[in-house]
């Protein structure tokens, strides 16, 4: 039996997340899909019923974006919406509190302003659809439960956006990166300790957006990734990089509610380059 039970513990975050709890001598038991497939409803109550945690912190994610558009749209919507609700179902039966990790892209992205916690949802991709359809599954049935939009993630484990540039760059002299979408980085370091903050600290429940702060678009997330680097990053328009799934041009999330808890939010700079010094 553990307190905290963490789902998807072999991905980016939850692998993130089992990391953390370590370094805090904090006693846990870890799930990846080989150990717990949250697809298997039957299983998945089993596991938890076995364990009976205080808290689940619900990593596990399809977040193949583009993928979930056309052929994974099925493993789409079987991990991240029938899945939560097995979680979700298990969680209830023993009484955990559940700690459910959402996106910005529940927005559509044409809000120039912040959007806040509260504000109208509009998913324009199969992804966005099925993660609000995950938070709709925790809402609707769990009265102890933080759900947290994230957005933009890097870390150490997994593959991500700034891994991406440095391999570029590598073999290449000159990348080109859209400068028209524009939203907040997030370090899988900060949005860890955001979760284990609101279980540690009684945060009121709810929904919490979380990122680092300040927003940049992609091509300057780009440039502050490879400032080091013998390489030249250039603007150009989403026209000019077209892509299979709809992607959302202005979606930066309002971290009011999450700052007033009282949680310190580095800048997305101040995290980039503390990760890149612990991967250099």
Known sequence: ?????????????????????????????????????????????????????????????????????????????????????????????????????????????????????????????????????????VCQTLDKYYIVRTSWVFGQYGHNFVYTMLRLAESHDKLTVVNDQVGRPTWTYTLANFMLYLIQHDCDYGTYQLSNENSCSWYEFAKEILKDKPVDVEPVTSEQYPQKVYRPRHSIMSLQKAEATGFKIPTWEEALNEFLNEID
Request: with cysteine; net charge negative.
């Open 1 to 137: 039996m553990a307190d905290y039970v963490i789902t998807g513990a072999k991905g980016q975050l939850g692998t993130e997340m089992c990391k953390l709890l370590d370094s805090k001598g904090i006693k846990y038991a870890a799930f990846g899909s080989d150990t717990m497939d949250i697809t298997n409803a039957e299983q998945t109550m089993n596991v938890i019923k076995a364990e009976r945690p205080k808290v689940i912190f619900h990593c596990a994610a399809f977040t193949a974006v583009d993928a979930a558009e056309d052929e994974k749209k099925q493993l789409n919507w079987q991990v991240n919406v029938d899945g939560t609700q097995n979680v979700v179902a298990a969680a209830k039966t023993v009484g955990a509190t559940m700690v459910y990790i959402s996106t910005d892209y529940v927005f559509d992205g044409t809000n120039q302003g912040e959007y806040a916690d509260d504000a109208a949802t509009n998913p324009k991709n199969e992804y966005g659809r099925a993660k609000l359809a995950g938070e709709e599954a």
